[in-house]
């Protein structure tokens, strides 16, 4: 079975930029996660959808960042404008809800801001 | 909020012995506990959980134990291999807490390296 898929996998681009990370969840999932890792802050979440509902975004660090479920199979992260500071590794992560509840994680989105 | 501590921050070992990475919690509401192991240029992916209606769990060469009196819970790895070399984050949530039920808080990690 396909995994969690995100892209692009590898993002750089210059402070100001708009950037769009894209999410895929495993079909059949209901809940979705967004974290962000550093390796001063660790692994952060930022904000999980159940139902495409955003249900907490009380980890998302500003009002750049935004993040959107048209359906139960895609989400977006997009941070408007970018800066250095946010440069990181973002991982989206799904599980469902009925099935003990691991969470299963994509390989991340590798975001450097110049 | 839920607040895990992990220990320690790296690990060596020789190939062979054993390997103990230790977390604590501090929302004793939290039952909870799974384990990942991330690979380099890879996410976390589970490896292990354990919630609080037991007090041990194995699975081959990993085993979990907690203490839910003492808030702490502990990975252990035994015959470490050299493919057991990567960042090992512990984690705890609370699945009785409504709908923050779902949210995991991780801990810093630990980079574990097996020695040939």
């Known amino acids: 079975d396909a995994g969690v898929i995100q892209s692009p996998r590898h993002e750089v681009t210059e402070m100001g930029q708009e950037v769009t990370l894209r999410c895929k969840p495993i079909s059949g999932h209901d809940y979705l996660f967004w974290y962000r890792q550093t390796m001063m802050r660790g692994l952060e979440l930022l904000i999980y959808?159940?139902?495409?509902?955003?249900?907490?975004d009380s980890g998302m660090p500003e009002d750049r960042f935004s993040a959107k479920m048209p359906n139960a199979s895609f989400s977006t992260l997009k941070i408007q404008p970018s800066e250095p500071r946010d440069s990181a590794v973002y991982f989206c992560a799904s599980s469902y809800s009925g099935g003990g509840r691991p969470q299963h994680f994509g390989d991340g989105t590798r975001l450097s801001i110049l | 909020g839920e607040n895990v501590e992990q220990h320690p921050s790296t690990l060596s070992v020789q190939e062979g012995d054993s390997a103990v990475i230790k977390c604590t919690y501090s929302?004793?509401?939290?039952?909870?506990f799974p384990w990942y192991k991330q690979e380099l240029g890879k996410g976390p992916q589970l490896i292990i959980d354990?919630?609080?209606?037991?007090g041990e769990k194995k699975d081959q060469r990993i085993a979990v134990t907690l203490n839910k009196t003492a808030k702490h819970f502990s990975l252990h790895i035994t015959e470490t291999q050299p493919e057991d070399s990567a960042v090992y984050f512990c984690a705890a949530s609370n699945e009785n807490s409504g709908g923050s039920n779902y949210k995991l808080t991780f801990g810093k990690g630990t980079l574990l390296t097996v020695n040939p």
């Open positions: 354990i919630r609080s209606n037991v």
């Open positions: 929302d004793s509401a939290s039952n909870y």
């Open positions: 959808f159940n139902n495409n509902v955003p249900i907490d």
